[in-house]
């Protein structure tokens, strides 16, 4: 599992959220979370990214919502550009 796919998966269970239940509650397909969560997909590029940063709960400008946006970037083989 890559480094986003965990982070994202962690934040989702600490909503107390099943895959489906997240998917379903956010029209979401739930293979293609899955495949995410897993790191076979790549991550996001930026406004999905947002989109699902919010609906993980992360608040924008916390560590959380850095540190996601980081995965991500490292994720896609990309610098973070907070570096």
Request: proline share 5%; net charge positive; glycine share 12%.
């Amino acid at each position: 599992m890559g480094q986003f796919g965990g982070f994202f998966k962690a934040k989702r269970i600490a909503l107390g959220k099943t895959l489906r239940q997240f998917c379903l509650e956010n029209k979401l397909d739930p293979g293609n979370v899955s495949k995410l969560e897993r790191g076979l997909f790549s991550p996001p590029q930026h406004q999905k990214l947002e989109e699902y940063a919010k609906l993980l709960g992360l608040k924008e400008g916390a560590d959380d919502w850095y540190q996601f946006f980081d995965l991500a970037a490292a994720g896609a083989g990309k610098i973070p550009q907070d570096i």
